[in-house]
């Protein structure tokens, strides 16, 4: 280990100078975070301890492993408690309430007897809704690591594979072109590994996971994605396969097919692509987030595809949201969403369709919100790619 | 979705009354569980939603998604405060304040204004450490195919591959042969993906994780495991991977060589060996946990390998931990440990070692304790294996 720090100082600064300006704004003297993706945002590196962020002035990073990083603003402790020992004065401070355990929390609290608690964890995902420069970069890396993965899917397809099978073939090149595989997601109730793969019928199976699609799964205990089915003429294969390649996620999804699609199944993909198109263009600084999800929802009355869209027997409430270190990040694009898209956003947006015994059918990109609108990085044919 | 519950009636009925016994004996009215794990430990499937455990008298699956569950004990709801619609009368109610974030639990506890709250994490982790005969076969089943795969991996080296490289063949194989893929861990500090197989100096390198063993990763954002060395002539292959095919996860190690190691790792590779099979017998129910690390300490003493043991720059406090739905269950193996090992324990024992330029050495296997000791039920053959 050394003192680099993972991510260049001067951009770690400014997403310290981000966060703090937030505390300002609501009159909250300091923070404490301990969870690993706000560590990776506030260092660079995720480490074991916690990152102490005052209103104005230096953070320290109080570290409990890895032994050897240095630095001076980094101080190593055994125990939370010692952070008393160099922070004095503190009337209020903002905890990540959302996602530390309840034991974590009040232990932290004693720490600081006469300090009211306020929540960090709103604090921090409106700081990392909106991406700085650098972060962009690691998004349009992976977006580019991602789009190539998805390119090789056909060469991998044999006849009579199933779609476990399909998957390990898409896990494998992707994670020997640096796919790191961790799959972050915020809230311990939601799991994940490597991507979902649906084809035929099993995109039809609900799922207990707040995801946009489903699938039985191989065990009950992860019961999403791929279940064993064979892959067969007439069934849609969607693919929505990690794109962790930089730290960053992109989120994308293509549809392939074994031959000849039904009509229905074609028709709702071109819908989800006109979809994609419509609110990309729609989706400058400014927009509701609840403006594009409505907007979708039309364009699906109109042509008819209500019953399919977004689930069939379980339909997601969400037609996107906000991606970067977690999955589901800010802003979230939902009927009830009171998001305001922001220069700076990535937001993957997958308006999705399920057709019974067909499969799972639609596009998923990830953008970055512009001046112009929502710009794709995640750039491949959208097209139903035949795959035999 | 259908009524089937995915371990049968009479298996989940065993676990409810094993957690009602220390609900009564700790005199908690109930207790209500919301993580994924503690969910598919008492319903045999992960759902989204809670599940209520009386003292006494029959539990309610409160039930969010997916939809299409049936039964006489599920009841659906969209919001926990529906809850308190069909339970009254508690006065203390355990819930699970070690895993769940704090604003979780406080809008839990809103539910029962009048209740006292308890800590349900150290109940379920008492109940979920003695493991019932299904849990001991499901354990078995995943025994045997993380040896198989084990079995394969001199064939899957190639010369001049990385540590990256090998690794996402093992990845492969274990996938196809059913490997479910997920690492469940828990608390939310501790991440990996799939396992870690360290070569060379990187088994040196520390991470911020409380794992045995270390690795730069490949990335800042998860700083754990192989690094894309190559792996050289000299250099110890150590593959700790992920052996979850049954929901039930065993704990494996074996060590691979690229040509001949040095003395002081092929001596290390052995006093694990010698420690396994000490520790092994002494293992019968009764036994403190401490006094198997204190014995493998005595023995590494014995053979002046302290440098070595636990981690070279960075040294793990543990020798072992249980394994089952999670890899880092109860008990612990640990200088300070307060577990006492019972019948049906699973625990794995990893005493091993990292030494300088050539990498990490020693073996881990999966035990279950028996009247006569720890039966090993991840059986394949612990010397170093020669790649090349």
Request: net charge negative; glycine share 8%; charged share 20%.
């Amino acid at each position: 280990m050394n003192t680099k720090s993972y991510a260049p100082q001067n951009e770690l600064n400014l997403r310290i100078a981000k966060i703090q300006s937030l505390l300002n704004a609501q009159n909250i003297d300091a923070m404490i975070i301990c969870s690993n993706a706000n560590i990776y945002y506030t260092f660079g590196l995720v480490f074991n301890g916690y990152v102490f962020i005052p209103r104005n002035g230096h953070v320290t990073y109080f570290c409990r492993r890895p032994v050897g990083l240095t630095g001076e603003n980094i101080t190593y402790i055994y125990k939370p408690e010692q952070i008393a020992e160099y922070v004095t004065g503190i009337e209020s401070i903002a905890l990540e309430l959302d996602i530390i355990p309840y034991s974590t929390i009040t232990r932290l609290a004693k720490v600081f007897p006469n300090a009211t608690i306020a929540n960090a964890s709103a604090i921090m995902r409106a700081a990392r809704a909106i991406k700085t420069d650098y972060e962009q970069q690691r998004l349009r890396e992976s977006g580019i690591k991602h789009a190539m993965a998805y390119s090789h899917i056909p060469a991998q397809f044999k006849n009579g594979m199933t779609d476990l099978e399909l998957q390990v073939e898409i896990e494998r090149f992707s994670r020997l072109q640096g796919c790191i595989g961790q799959f972050r997601i915020s809230g311990e109730s939601m799991e994940m590994f490597m991507g979902n793969l649906l084809c035929g019928e099993n995109a039809d199976n609900p799922t207990p996971y707040d995801f946009a699609m489903g699938g039985a799964g191989l065990d009950p205990s992860l019961p999403v994605g791929c279940n064993g089915t064979t892959i067969k003429p007439g069934m849609a294969v969607m693919v929505d396969m990690n794109g962790n390649y930089t730290g960053y996620m992109t989120d994308m999804t293509r549809v392939f097919a074994c031959g000849e699609l039904s009509d229905i199944a074609i028709k709702a993909h071109n819908c989800s692509r006109r979809i994609a198109a419509e609110l990309a263009a729609m989706g400058t600084p400014g927009t509701e987030a609840k403006a594009l999800y409505n907007r979708a929802i039309e364009i699906v009355q109109e042509e008819g595809l209500e019953d399919y869209f977004m689930g069939h027997k379980q339909k997601a409430g969400f037609i996107g949201h906000g991606v970067g270190i977690e999955i589901n990040e800010a802003p979230v694009i939902a009927p009830k969403s009171r998001d305001i898209l922001q220069a700076g956003n990535a937001i993957a947006l997958e308006p999705k369709f399920v057709i019974p015994h067909v499969g799972a059918v639609g596009i998923e990109n990830t953008y970055i919100v512009t001046e112009t609108g929502m710009e794709s990085i995640t750039n491949a044919p959208e097209e139903i790619i035949n795959l035999i």
